[in-house]
């Protein structure tokens, strides 16, 4: 299915790219279901989405609780049958730059909010967009998907697991009429770029880069990727030997500061 959507969901709405894709969607007589943590900056999302014409709920949920999520989904789908669905939450930590370790906990919280909250976002809807024949569905993971970076390996493997669901259940969701797709970007400001301190090659406004996912969504693309000199040079050094990849990736340094 192509845009234009009457109904969509959208996780992660508080800030940054969700909140300006909440409002590149926002218009009259459409739906938007906007879940996020951050109360206040959710609300202020909110309301310049209403101010815009569009129908808002919001939940406050952690996407890593499947239960919530599943029970929320639900009935915001009995009362707005969705049309889209683009699972955005998101989470970014990374190790000492001097330490060899991560700490499993930083990890695993990334793997549980980046991949599991995608899945917490995607699975339970599926039945119910596969009766219909109609709908998409659109998962966010990162240019990090395309190769491990050294200062942030939790992140870049929840990143890399979110690009290969959403690539499998392309062909598998196509055959029950829904459209997949799976978008790779790059920076952009938000609070988690804010976060970021290192170099941020190619630095796009979150406006200017919901812009562009959501020409890619409304077209029906299988894959959105940008921007090209970052894709191109992170798929090089996953395809050139480990030792060639390694040194380039090595001199790239950055850390993550705590949220």
Same mark, same amino acid.
């Given at each position: 299915?192509?845009?234009?959507?009457?109904?969509?969901?959208?996780?992660?709405?508080?800030?940054?790219?969700?909140?300006?894709?909440?409002?590149?969607?926002?218009?009259?007589?459409?739906?938007?279901?906007?879940?996020?943590?951050?109360?206040?900056?959710?609300?202020?999302?909110?309301?310049?989405?209403?101010?815009?014409?569009?129908?808002?709920?919001?939940?406050?949920?952690?996407?890593?609780?499947?239960?919530?999520?599943?029970?929320?989904?639900?009935?915001?789908?009995?009362?707005?049958?969705?049309?889209?669905?683009?699972?955005?939450?998101?989470?970014?930590?990374?190790?000492?730059?001097?330490?060899?370790?991560?700490?499993?906990?930083?990890?695993?919280?990334?793997?549980?909010?980046?991949?599991?909250?995608?899945?917490?976002?995607?699975?339970?809807?599926?039945?119910?967009? #596969?009766? &219909?024949? $109609?709908? !998409?569905?659109?998962? /966010?993971?990162?240019?990090?998907?395309?190769? %491990?970076?050294?200062? +942030? =390996?939790?992140?870049?493997?929840?990143?890399?697991?979110?690009?290969?669901?959403?690539? #499998?259940? &392309?062909? $598998?969701? !196509?055959?029950?009429? /829904?459209?997949?797709?799976?978008?790779?970007? %790059?920076?952009?400001? +938000? =609070?988690?770029?804010?976060?970021?301190?290192?170099?941020?090659?190619?630095?796009?406004?979150?406006? &200017?880069?919901?812009?562009?996912?959501?020409?890619?969504?409304?077209?029906?693309?299988?894959?959105?990727?940008?921007?090209? =000199?970052?894709?191109?040079?992170?798929?090089?050094?996953?395809?050139?030997?480990?030792?060639?990849?390694?040194?380039?990736?090595?001199?790239?340094?950055?850390?993550?500061?705590?949220?």
């Amino acid at each position: 299915m192509r845009g234009p959507f009457s109904a969509v969901i959208i996780t992660g709405a508080s800030s940054g790219l969700g909140a300006a894709l909440a409002r590149a969607y926002a218009r009259p007589q459409v739906a938007l279901g906007l879940v996020a943590r951050d109360r206040q900056r959710l609300e202020a999302t909110g309301r310049a989405c209403e101010e815009k014409g569009a129908v808002v709920s919001t939940a406050l949920i952690d996407v890593t609780d499947a239960s919530v999520m599943a029970s929320w989904l639900h009935e915001f789908d009995r009362q707005y049958p969705v049309e889209l669905l683009v699972a955005n939450a998101g989470t970014s930590a990374g190790p000492d730059p001097e330490s060899p370790s991560e700490g499993a906990e930083a990890a695993s919280r990334q793997i549980a909010v980046n991949l599991l909250g995608a899945i917490n976002t995607v699975e339970p809807l599926l039945p119910a967009l #596969a009766s &219909r024949r $109609r709908g !998409r569905v659109a998962v /966010i993971a990162s240019i990090a998907a395309y190769r %491990g970076l050294p200062y +942030s =390996p939790g992140y870049c493997a929840s990143k890399a697991g979110v690009r290969a669901y959403a690539e #499998a259940l &392309r062909p $598998r969701l !196509r055959q029950h009429g /829904i459209g997949t797709t799976v978008v790779c970007p %790059g920076f952009f400001d +938000s =609070p988690m770029t804010d976060r970021f301190a290192g170099p941020t090659p190619f630095l796009l406004s979150s406006t &200017r880069a919901a812009r562009i996912v959501k020409r890619g969504i409304d077209r029906g693309q299988g894959r959105v990727a940008f921007p090209w =000199p970052l894709v191109f040079g992170l798929r090089f050094c996953d395809l050139a030997p480990a030792v060639i990849g390694d040194a380039i990736l090595q001199r790239y340094r950055f850390r993550i500061h705590s949220a």
